[in-house]
């Protein structure tokens, strides 16, 4: 759900290295073995959560690294465009959709990030705020914003506050995002730039089919239409703004996690009350699976039926998303991390599944066939997406297959969560919907 803005400067960060293919059989192979009866519980219990430090470092630094490409592409796209660039930019958003979505888990359970996410991956999006919409556009209810037009529009009054736009400006787009207490008044995070790169989705067959003389300041379109040069270099200054601010951020949530910085919320995590730490490893991964996953972004989508419930709804890129977010719990459970195309995956040591084997070999048994479950379903939406059976199709009315391999996704997710829920009581962590922790010190 779409929430207003939190913003700070831009850090640079160190390389990760932390890519490699993570396919199935990763979560299929049972974890190396039980721990010895020699082993302490609390120094295991100790070393899960710093493993669960070090995997959100790994996840935000690779995140950050192919935000860092995007920017790069999108500054080529908008310094000379053409079509070729324009591809090679949405590429790269698509490439790094995969990294973003496997830090979703850490969201929930950590108000570091649940504060700050709201303008990197708010959604849905009232696209009408940026740029040009067809008539038949449905904003949201009351929007005063919902065909302002950032693009076309020199300047924009919100709360009663007039801000001249020519050029915008990154404070501007901080005040406008959320602006006039609309949640869905987005002008930055991920699907703020996915519109602008493809536009409105109303291809039967496939993502939003945005010109890429949209940029291009010689023979300037909106879409169909012939348009002033203003307005493409205006679209373009909009596209790298949200760029950089998307690199900037995920740099400074890099660092919030880093081992290295005594200030980290990730340090003081770590470190400090061991099950505080491990109930917000849990509440991350219960919420994201059984709340967020099956219910906001599968389940109200398919009794919804409508295309504006899917998350990137821009791009047709859904499927994607919902399987890396779900790699994301598997991730924290299994204690290891890896993408497509890379070297260096990291293995802990020490993981929850490591944990409840040597706590409770059954349930760990029972989460071993959830996860594997939950893999089979979410890779087979994955499977179908990827050769166009993307997530609006399924979900449409009348699409009785669709609806069942939705319906078969949303169980094994549901189910997962209850597993996870039967671990943490196991591990006599009482309520686990944590409290946000006021820390001494966090990095900013």
Same mark, same amino acid.
């Given at each position: 759900?779409?929430? *207003? &803005? ?39 219990? !100790? ?5 669960? !430090?070090?995997? +959100? ?9 192919? +935000? ?38 850490? $969201?929930? %359970? ?67 995002h959320g602006g006039s207490d609309v949640e869905a008044n ?6 703020a730039i996915e519109f602008l790169l493809w536009g409105q ?14 940029f291009d300041g010689a023979a300037c379109t909106s879409g169909? @239409?012939?348009?002033?040069? +203003? @307005?493409?270099? $205006?679209?373009?200054?909009?596209? %790298?703004?949200? +760029? ?35 109930? *917000? ?5 219960? *919420? ?8 906001? *972004? ?83 939406? !994955? ?6 059976? &993307? ?49 001494? !010190?966090?990095?900013?």
């Open positions: 759900m779409v929430r *207003r &803005t939190l913003m700070a400067a831009a850090l640079v960060i160190s390389i990760a290295a932390v890519i490699g293919h993570y396919a199935r059989n990763h979560l299929e192979a049972r974890f190396a073995a039980a721990a010895p009866e020699t082993v302490d519980p609390a120094a295991q219990m !100790r070393a899960v959560v710093r493993s669960y !430090r070090h995997l +959100a470092h790994l996840s935000y630094e690779t995140a950050y690294h192919s +935000a860092g490409r995007l920017r790069r592409h999108i500054q080529a796209l908008t310094a000379q465009p053409s079509a070729q660039r324009l591809a090679a930019a949405r590429h790269a958003w698509r490439d790094a959709r995969v990294d973003y979505a496997q830090t979703e888990v850490f $969201r929930f %359970g950590n108000w570091i990030v649940d504060d700050w996410e709201t303008s990197i991956n708010a959604w849905p999006v009232d696209e009408g705020v940026l740029d040009y919409v067809t008539a038949d556009y449905a904003a949201s209810p009351g929007n005063p914003l919902a065909r302002h037009n950032l693009v076309s529009a020199a300047s924009v009054t919100i709360d009663g506050i007039t801000l001249h736009t020519d050029p915008v400006s990154w404070p501007q787009l901080k005040f406008i987005v002008v930055l995070g991920y699907h989705d109303h291809n039967p067959n496939g993502p939003g089919q945005r010109p890429w003389t949209d169909p @239409h012939a348009a002033p040069a +203003a @307005h493409c270099r $205006r679209r373009g200054r909009l596209l %790298g703004l949200m +760029a950089e601010h998307l690199y900037s951020e995920l740099g400074r949530m890099t660092l919030n996690w880093a081992g290295n910085n005594p200030g980290s919320y990730g340090l003081h995590l770590a470190e400090g009350d061991v099950k505080e730490g491990l109930r *917000r490893m849990l509440f991350g991964m219960i *919420r994201l699976a059984g709340d967020e996953l099956a219910g906001e *972004r599968m389940q109200v989508a398919l009794l919804s039926h409508a295309p504006e419930e899917e998350q990137d709804c821009f791009s047709d890129d859904t499927h994607q998303s919902l399987y890396f977010n779900a790699r994301g719990i598997a991730n924290i459970y299994f204690g290891r991390y890896a993408r497509p195309g890379g070297v260096s995956p990291y293995a802990a040591a020490s993981s929850l599944a490591t944990l409840a084997e040597s706590l409770d070999p059954e349930l760990a048994a029972t989460l071993l066939t959830r996860f594997d479950s939950v893999e089979t379903v979410m890779a087979e939406i !994955r499977r179908q997406g990827q050769q166009g059976a &993307t997530f609006d199709r399924l979900i449409e009315p009348g699409n009785t297959a669709g609806h069942a391999l939705m319906t078969e996704g949303i169980a094994a997710l549901q189910a997962l969560g209850v597993a996870l829920e039967s671990l943490a009581v196991r591990l006599e962590l009482g309520p686990i919907n944590p409290q946000a922790p006021q820390f001494d !010190r966090v990095s900013s």
